[in-house]
């Protein structure tokens, strides 16, 4: 279905060759998945940005992220939460600009380092409380790939205060509390998820997942304009 895709290409004939030459490649190498058809369009392209082929395993998803995700692209005007500026750089402004989506982070503003330092938390904390209390967590996709703490506190959110975002991309890197982080969110019922186990994540891989969301999104928009 991709290659009917215009908004979600890369936009030289020659950078598409080597992209879709990028996936067959990596199809051809990857012996094995236990991925859904529309799971691994994701998982693959995760393992693109990176050249790690440990994506494929260590990828989780809740049985409802994908199709929740899609949706939530397809409704238009969906937010984008992220914990860090790289994750809103990093997305394809275009692509996101096609689904009427803006991106928000609050990392470096001077009041979520202010209550960082009073409460003795990490800013990180501190932006998701922040996105909260502005309205913006609920029926957005949450962005999370460099603060453990982030996630963790997103959980909490969810728990204690009814956040209820459309869908958690949550794949924070580092040593301290991130794969603990990672299994907490993969506990939760309430709302769809898709995280990568253990230590190794990123913002890249964030970007990664929600470029491959917007191209699934796309793909239907093209067959629904096509059956109408």
Same mark, same amino acid.
């Given at each position: 279905m991709s290659h009917a895709n215009i908004v979600t290409e890369q936009l030289?004939?020659?950078?598409?060759?080597?992209?879709?030459?990028? %996936?067959?490649?990596?199809?051809?190498e990857v012996a094995s998945h236990g991925y859904t058809a529309d799971q691994w369009p994701i998982v693959r392209r995760?393992?693109?940005?990176?050249?790690?082929?440990? %994506?494929?395993?260590?990828?989780?998803?809740?049985?409802?992220?994908?199709?929740?995700?899609?949706?939530?692209v397809l409704s238009h005007g969906t937010r984008v939460v992220a914990d860090v500026e790289m994750i809103c750089v990093g997305l394809s402004a275009p692509r996101l600009g096609h689904f009427g989506m803006a991106t928000h982070q609050f990392i470096s503003d001077?009041?979520?380092?202010?209550?960082?330092?009073?409460?003795?938390?990490?800013?990180?904390?501190?932006?998701?409380?922040?996105?909260?209390?502005?309205?913006?967590?609920?029926?957005a996709i949450v962005g999370i790939g460099n603060a453990p703490t982030a996630l963790i506190e997103l959980v909490?959110?969810?728990?204690?205060?009814?956040?209820?975002?459309?869908?958690?991309?949550?794949?924070?890197?580092?040593?301290?509390?991130?794969?603990?982080?990672?299994?907490?969110?993969a506990l939760e019922n309430a709302v769809p998820w898709m995280v990568i186990r253990g230590r190794k994540g990123g913002s890249t891989l964030v970007v990664?997942?929600?470029?491959?969301?917007?191209?699934?999104?796309?793909?239907?928009?093209?067959?629904?304009?096509?059956?109408a």
């Open positions: 030289t004939a020659a950078g598409r060759a080597i992209e879709h030459d990028s %996936f067959a490649v990596i199809d051809r995760m393992i693109h940005a990176n050249a790690d082929f440990d %994506f494929n395993g260590m990828t989780d998803f809740h049985p409802q992220a994908v199709a929740a995700g899609v949706a939530a001077a009041d979520v380092i202010e209550a960082a330092k009073a409460e003795g938390t990490t800013r990180a904390v501190q932006a998701m409380r922040k996105a909260h209390h502005l309205g913006l967590i609920n029926g909490r959110l969810i728990h204690d205060e009814g956040a209820r975002p459309a869908l958690v991309v949550g794949m924070p890197v580092g040593f301290v509390s991130a794969a603990e982080s990672k299994d907490l969110m990664a997942a929600i470029h491959a969301l917007l191209g699934l999104a796309e793909a239907q928009e093209v067959l629904q304009k096509a059956s």
